[in-house]
Structures are given as C-alpha cells and as structure tokens.
C-alpha cells in the first residue's frame, strides 16, 4: 500500500479533478485486490478502486451520517483504526447465501483533510483458520479413539509429552520427564515400544500402574528423527486392554476346563463297572491338577463319609481326611488345607442339591499352594463327580436289589451261586476247607395256612436274623427261595460245621411263637457237605450232596442235621443226628 499512495497522497490536496485523474491512472491502485477508498475529512467519496465501487451500497459510501456506524465511528476517531466487518451477500447466478468478511484499515493523512480506508478479505483466512482447527480437533479426536493416552519420549527415553488427561493413575506432570523403561514390567530397553528405533504396531506390554498393579497396554510407535536423519526419541499411542486379554485368558482357560471336564466325563462313560469308573475318575483328576493322589468318597445311607476310591501315593490316613471333611463348603467350592507336610484340596460333590459326597486331592506341601486354576478345575470335576456319584449309587442299588432277597435282606440264589463257585475256587486254590449248609424250615405250612402269610413272613425274618447271628464276618448266608436257605462257611471242616450246626438247632427254639400247630411245631433241618481241596468237587456236585444231606434228616424226623459222605467216599453213609 506504500507504493501505491506514495506519490499520490503529497498531491492530493490540488483539486478532487485531480486526484480523480491520478486514481484512474494509477495501475496499481485498481490492481489492489481489496477495496482501497479515499474520503474527505467529512467522509464524503473522493475516489476508490473497482472492488470498493462493488462495496459501495452495502458500506453506504457517500455522506458520513449514512455510512456503517463501525466504519464512521473510526473515520471521527481520526486516528488508525482496524474494523472488521462483513454481510451475508446472495450470489445473482447460484441463488446461494454466502458470509462475506473484511477488516479495514483507517490510515488519516495531512493532517485528517484525507482518509484512507483500505479492505481486505478475510473470508478466505477465516475459513483457513476453521478448517486448521477443525483438522487440529479431527486428529485430537482420532488419537483419543486410537489409544487411551498419546505420549513421546526424547533419545534417553524420558517422556516429554503425555496426553494432558494423563494415563493409569498418574498425571501428565508426573510422568513428563520420568524415564519410560522404569514403568515397563518384565521388558528390556531393547523391547520398549517408547525407547523404539523402528516402527512396532499393537504389541502388548505390562505397564506398572499408579496404585501398584499391572496393566496391559497395546502399543503403537515409530521412532522420530530430526532433519540430518539423528535419533531423537519415539511417539505413539497406548491403548489399555487388562480387561481384553483377562477375558481372552479366562476363555482360554475355561475351554482348556471344558475339554478336561469331557475328557473325565469320557472315561467315566467308557467304563461299565462302578469300581473302575471311580478309580478312573481319581486317576484323571490327579493328573490334570498334577496331585500326587485323589481320593473319592461317598455319603452313605446313614450320612457318613466312606471311601469310594483312592488313586496316588503318600496318601493321608483315613483319620486325617475325616477331620479335614468339616472344612468342606456346602457351595460347592474347593477348601485349601495343609496338614502333616501335605497340600490338600477338597471339594464336596452334590446332585440334585443334596451332598453325596466328596474328592481330596494332596501333594506335597512344598511343591506350592494350589492355583486359582486348579481349584477351578477341581470344582468343575466335583459338579460332575456329583452325578457320577449318584449313577454309581444307582448302579449299586439296582445291583444290591438284584442279588438280595427283598424280604429278608440276604443274598438270593443267584448271588449266592456266584459268590459260592468263587469261593470254592479259592478254597481250592488254598487248599482250604469249606462247608456248605442247606436249611429247610421244617412244618412252615401250616403257619401261613393256620396264622396267615404276614405271619409267616415274620417267620423267615426271623430265621435270617438267627442265621445272621449264628455267622462269622466274611461267610454267605441266602435265602434261597420259599423256606430254604443255605450257607457256606470259609475254612470249615467236618468238625466245626457239625458244631456250628448243634448251635443252630439250638438257636432254632426262638421260632416256637411262629408255629401254626403246637403239635407240629416250626424248626429247621440241616444238610451239610464239606468241601475237600483235593477233591476237584463242582459246584453243582456240592451244592446236590447238601441238599441230598438236608432231605435225610427231613425224610427221618426232622429237627437234626446231616453231613453228606465225602466226594471220594461214596460208600459212606450220612451221619444223621
């Protein structure tokens, strides 16, 4: 502008022709491409470029009382002032609204006869300005979205910038100028994303938090270097992703439960009898939490803890596991206790809300306490173990119900076969004697006929309660249908069968108030054949010399016993009493 007034302000007091004539003459006075208008101390138009005739209407040049109150005011000042201005101006050709905006500058000269007011556009710098900032909030905005907190760290890896919001507990101010690496948990400096000499994206690091606990951040950075190519440190963003791989790890580990969990189930479902299901089950259990053994009880009918199974080495004593199994949670999670330099975890099992028993698993106390992930594993087993149980209580029910007499409790004719031919190979195998024992109930008709079958039901409880008593632990007693039973007695002979027998018969008096007749009163009649090692007797060969032995005395009186002749003696006759 000082070019352009330079020569044309020193004349300018001549005559309004002549300033006129040097206006329109003057190349770069129209050039200018703002409004540039000359004013007389009045505020009246002396002259003005093209653009200014444009802006003529809307500042309303003319007479100073019209003119913009903004614009008149700094003309009477009479003093260089700024004033910005603008309008809304419609475009003729598009019909579009456009906001226009000017700052003008007032330049008085010789001594306020002229004023200068020269315009420029702004609207172009004003919308520059926007979109610089609005660009400066994008990117703000998107570094937030990216990461928790943005940071850079200088060539010894100090932190020079941090997000002003800061990060993890800490402020911006404490960890501006701190070194980076001594936040890092378990990283070199060669592997720190803030102290990088090549670009890293989303790499995961454990960063120490304010308040002392970790947190995992995905990191992304590249290395800064000034224009003659020195390292100058990095920049990058962190995002905090704890919770993102606590969730990966915990899925993780519970599908690595899960395929455990199916695994036991598997080789539960696989085997038939319950001894090897259970024995199974404590064999895999020890070796997917690395116990040294497990245990597997079971609650029985009258509520007490009895063991089922037991798997493993340096097991504790039976006592120990009972005075631990009151630490148990009926919630159904495991319990921690160390006792006599072992490590024990116990969890208690359950089916259809109802506890039925229990799993203690042990090793040695200083192998390390037990993890969160062992604990979960042993209480993801107790929730199945707790069904598997009570299938096998199911199983073993259906089984007592299928080898006993449903009336007296003992075993029925089936059972006892199968237990008589494997303790008769035993006996052989030994060479040990064995005694087997029919009985009959001599004159038990006429008690359901005369006193009713409820009465005579009474009666064979009754002949199995004196039995039951007349028996040592370990021998076989079975109601073998109707009113015969039979026994066998391990490591009996001749001698001691006709012994056991007398006390028997004797025992036999407390039947005498189940008699229907007083003539014919109810007792028993036995048969006895004893089973020699030598002999290489059959079951079935046995079982027919008892029962041969048992029909004697019933077909000579009653109310006695008989011990068949030997196998190899056929000739013998049975010794009746």
Not at 237 to 264: F, S
Request: aromatic letters at 6%.
């Amino acid at each position: 502008m000082t070019s352009i007034f330079s020569n044309l302000i020193p004349r300018a007091k001549t005559r309004r022709k002549t300033i006129l004539e040097l206006v329109s003459g003057n190349d770069a006075f129209n050039a200018y491409p703002g409004p540039v208008v000359i004013l007389d101390a009045a505020g009246n138009f002396l002259a003005g470029n093209d653009e200014a005739s444009r802006l003529a209407v809307v500042l309303r040049f003319g007479a100073i009382s019209s003119m913009d109150p903004c614009l008149r005011e700094a003309i009477l000042a009479g003093v260089p002032a700024n004033v910005p201005f603008s309008y809304d101006h419609v475009d003729a050709a598009t019909g579009q609204l456009e906001h226009r905006t000017y700052d003008f500058q007032v330049l008085p000269v010789e001594s306020n006869e002229l004023i200068i007011v020269v315009g420029r556009n702004t609207a172009f710098e004003s919308a520059f300005r926007g979109a610089l900032a609005e660009s400066r909030q994008r990117y703000k905005d998107l570094v937030e979205v990216c990461g928790d907190f943005s940071w850079e760290t200088d060539s010894d890896g100090r932190f020079v910038f941090v997000s002003p919001s800061g990060a993890l507990g800490y402020t911006a101010e404490q960890l501006v100028g701190s070194l980076a690496e001594c936040y890092l948990h378990d990283v070199g400096r060669g592997l720190s994303p803030f102290a990088t000499d090549t670009q890293v994206s989303d790499i995961d690091i454990w960063f120490k938090r304010e308040d002392a606990g970790l947190a995992c951040l995905e990191v992304s950075a590249r290395p800064v270097h000034d224009a003659s190519g020195t390292y100058r440190g990095a920049r990058g963003v962190c995002r905090d992703v704890t919770a993102d791989r606590d969730r990966e790890q915990e899925l993780a580990r519970t599908q690595v439960r899960e395929n455990l969990i199916a695994h036991i189930i598997r080789t539960i479902r696989d085997e038939i009898e319950p001894a090897a299901m259970l024995d199974a089950a404590a064999r895999i259990t020890a070796q997917a939490v690395d116990a040294a053994g497990c245990t597997i009880l079971r609650i029985d009918q009258e509520g007490n803890f009895i063991e089922a199974v037991s798997f493993g080495s340096d097991a504790p004593d039976n006592l120990t596991i009972a005075s631990l199994l009151t630490h148990l949670h009926s919630d159904g999670h495991s319990v921690e206790v160390n006792r006599d330099g072992l490590a024990l975890l116990m969890a208690q099992t359950s089916c259809r809300q109802e506890n039925n028993g229990a799993i203690v698993l042990w090793r040695d106390e200083e192998e390390g306490a037990w993890s969160m992930e062992e604990c979960a594993v042993t209480d993801d087993v107790a929730v199945h173990m707790g069904v598997a149980l009570q299938q096998i209580s199911y199983q073993l029910e259906l089984e007592t119900l299928s080898r006993t007499d449903p009336l007296t409790g003992l075993l029925n004719r089936r059972a006892f076969t199968g237990e008589l031919e494997s303790r008769v190979q035993r006996a052989a195998e030994t060479g040990a004697h064995g005694a087997l024992i029919y009985i009959d109930l001599d004159n038990f008709k006429p008690v359901n006929d005369i006193l009713g079958h409820q009465k005579g039901d009474e009666a064979l409880v009754a002949v199995s309660t004196m039995l039951t008593q007349a028996t040592r632990p370990g021998d076989l007693i079975a109601r073998l249908g109707g009113d015969e039973f039979a026994l066998w007695l391990d490591r009996t002979g001749e001698d001691a069968a006709a012994a056991r027998a007398e006390e028997m018969l004797e025992a036999s008096c407390c039947l005498a108030p189940y008699s229907g007749d007083p003539e014919r009163p109810l007792g028993i009649s036995i048969g006895i054949a004893v089973h020699l090692p030598v002999s290489n007797e059959s079951v079935d060969g046995l079982t027919s010399r008892a029962d041969d032995a048992m029909y004697d005395v019933k077909n000579n009186g009653k109310a006695g016993y008989a011990i068949a002749p030997a196998v190899v003696e056929h000739n013998e006759q049975a010794i009746s009493k």
